[in-house]
Every structure is written in structure tokens, then in C-alpha cells.
């Protein structure tokens, strides 16, 4: 049960390589054998690979759509 929460607490950390080498190989170990630990961290790991990437994408028509809606409303 300790490690399961954790697992849960430190997941984050986990993922941006922040635990030292017992902490990370103690969540190793229980996401090795908590299917829900292993879950809940692997859709962690998507969601801030998918936030990682909006980073990366240009909008310069956001900006430019924006004001021209705003332009036109009375």
C-alpha cells in the first residue's frame, strides 16, 4: 500500500527524471506488479508528451483569426 500511493505522489517526478536511483527503481518495482499504478503512469507519460508537443506548433493564424472576429462583431 506505501508504495502504491507512492507511486501515485511521485509519478511526475518519475517521469522527468527527477527521483533519486532507490525512488526510481521503487516505482519500477511497483508498476512492474499495479496494473493500475502502471496505467495511471503511462497516461501521465501521453498526456505530457502531448503537452510537450503543443510547445513545438506555430499558430501565427491564431492570433490574426482572433482579431478579425473580433473586427466584425458589432
Same mark, same amino acid.
Given at each position: 500500500?506505501? @508504495?502504491?500511493?507512492?507511486?501515485? %505522489?511521485?509519478?511526475?517526478?518519475?517521469?522527468?527524471?527527477?527521483?533519486?536511483?532507490?525512488?526510481?527503481?521503487?516505482?519500477?518495482?511497483?508498476?512492474?506488479?499495479?496494473?493500475?499504478?502502471?496505467?495511471?503512469?503511462? %497516461?501521465?507519460?501521453?498526456?505530457?508528451?502531448?503537452?510537450?508537443?503543443?510547445r513545438?506548433?506555430?499558430? @501565427?493564424?491564431?492570433? %490574426?483569426?482572433?482579431?478579425?472576429?473580433?473586427?466584425?462583431?458589432?
Amino acid at each position: 500500500m506505501l @508504495d502504491h500511493r507512492f507511486t501515485r %505522489a511521485h509519478a511526475s517526478d518519475y517521469l522527468d527524471g527527477e527521483l533519486d536511483p532507490a525512488e526510481r527503481q521503487r516505482v519500477e518495482r511497483h508498476t512492474s506488479v499495479c496494473p493500475k499504478c502502471r496505467q495511471a503512469l503511462e %497516461a501521465l507519460r501521453r498526456t505530457l508528451t502531448a503537452l510537450r508537443g503543443l510547445r513545438s506548433e506555430r499558430r @501565427d493564424d491564431l492570433a %490574426a483569426g482572433v482579431i478579425d472576429h473580433l473586427r466584425r462583431v458589432p
